[in-house]
C-alpha cells in the first residue's frame, strides 16, 4: 500500500516535471519566434531611404522610432596618389586595426566600459542593445523635441552652452581617470542632446576604437 503510495506521488512528480517542461519549451519557443520576427522587420528597414548617417565603414540607418542600426559597409575606397583600389572592408579593417568585425568589436569595448561609467554621465554614452546577423543595434539619441541630435560636427558656430561644456569636462576626467584611450573621440561621434530648452549635454555614439589593441599595425600607438 505505502509502496503504492508512493509510484503514485513519483508519478505525479514526474508529469509536473515534464509539464513545466514542455511548458518552458513552448514559451522559449513562442520568443524566440517573436524575437526573430521583430528582428526580421528590423532588418527590412536597411534600406537607402532609412538611412541617417555614414561613417568610413559603415552606415547608418534609423529602423524603429528608437533604434538605429549600423551595418559595415561591403567595400571600403581607398586612394594612392591619383587611384582607388576597393577592399572588402571587413578585410581592410582586419588588416588595419586588426579587428574583422567592427560591429561585434565595438558591442565589447561598450559592454567593458559599461560598468566602469559612473551614474551621473550613464546619460552621455549611446546605449547599444547587441549585435544580430552582423548588424549592430543602437538606441537612438534624441532631443527633448523627439527630434533626432545631431553631430557636433553638424553645429553652426559655437556652442554657447554651460552645461555641455562641463558635461565635456566631467568626460574627459573620466577617460583619464579610468585610463580608457579613446582614439576615436571627434566631432562627428559627439551628439548634441537638449535635454530641455536650456540644457544641452554631449552624447558619445561610437566605440569602436578604444585602446591601443585596434591598432595592431601601427606600434608607435601602442602603450608598453
Known sequence: MER???KKNTAKAITKLIFYFLFFLVLSLFLFYDKMEELSSLLDRLTEENKIGEGT???VYQVSPDICAKK???RH???YWGFSVSYPTHLYTLFKFGVADFNKYESAEYQRITSL???ELRDSFAHIRGVEQGILFQDLVKDFSG???IPLSRINGPINNRVFWDRM???KEFFLNRN???YNLKPDNILVMGQNSERLIPVISDYKRIGPRTYPFQPELRIP
Open 180 to 182: 580608457i584611450l579613446y
Open 77 to 79: 575606397i581607398k586612394n
Open 169 to 171: 569636462k566631467q568626460l
Open 147 to 149: 527630434k533626432l541630435s
Open 117 to 119: 561609467i559612473p551614474k
Open 57 to 59: 565603414y559603415r552606415d
Open 4 to 6: 503504492n503510495l508512493q
Open 72 to 74: 559595415l559597409k561591403p
